[in-house]
């Protein structure tokens, strides 16, 4: 089932708001282009149509006209020799045939009148097709640069990973380093049976001391 029930629906649509309702503006806006353009070619074809149906008719009054004049000219004539019962009879066919003229007059003007409208309700469907294909583009556009802005994003956030991995990886290999040079100054304080410099003297300046403090038992002995 189409969109539109009749040409009128086209012309009349309110695109927006169609397509603010729409669940999927892209989807519809395919669809209606798709019946603007069915309904362009059934104009178009009716359009063409009564264009030769009015070079038809065209024909015919002008033939009709012609016949018009050759009675006429019949009539005149048979007057101009007297005999007026040929004149009458020239004039039945004149009338006869004016009678037709005036009936495809009419119809003339009924089609002219139909053709235009045919013509202009033409002109304002591929108005409206017009204004559906720039909307078609517009939603095409803002498709193409939502993707590429995901892209750039999904790059960006590729990148933000990768950039603290780095970092990361900097940071570790400048705790590994100094965590070397810890190690290595130690290796450098360490003698003998692995006690450190500042112990071993440490460990003297102990020894003086009580060396001294035994001295002074001593000598306080002896005093004695």
């Known amino acids: 089932m189409g969109l539109f029930t009749r040409f009128t629906d086209i012309v009349n649509a309110n695109l927006n708001s169609m397509l603010d309702k729409a669940e999927q503006p892209e989807k ?74 005036e009936i495809l007059e009419q119809e003339d003007h009924k089609l002219s009148e139909f053709l235009a409208q045919v013509q202009d309700d033409a002109s304002r469907l591929q108005e409206k097709l017009s204004e559906a294909r720039r909307k078609q583009e517009a939603y095409t556009l803002r498709q193409e640069s939502a993707e590429v802005r995901l892209k750039v994003r999904e790059q960006s956030a590729v990148y933000n990973i990768e950039a603290a991995m780095s970092k990361f990886e900097r940071y570790q290999q400048k705790i590994d380093r100094v965590e070397a040079q810890v190690e290595a100054y130690d290796l450098m304080q360490t003698s003998g049976e692995g006690q450190s410099l500042n112990a071993q003297f440490a460990e003297l300046e102990k020894d003086d001391t009580i060396e001294q403090e035994l001295a002074q038992m001593k000598k306080k002995a002896q005093a004695a």
């Open 28 to 101: 519809m806006i395919r669809l209606i282009i798709q019946e603007m353009e069915e309904t362009l070619v059934e104009v178009r074809s009716t359009a063409a149509k009564n264009i030769a149906e009015q070079k038809s008719h065209t024909r015919r009054v002008k033939s009709t006209k012609a016949s018009v004049d050759h009675w006429h000219g019949k009539a005149e004539l048979a007057l101009a020799k007297e005999r007026e019962d040929l004149a009458k009879s020239a004039l039945t066919q004149k009338h006869k045939y004016q009678n037709e003229l």
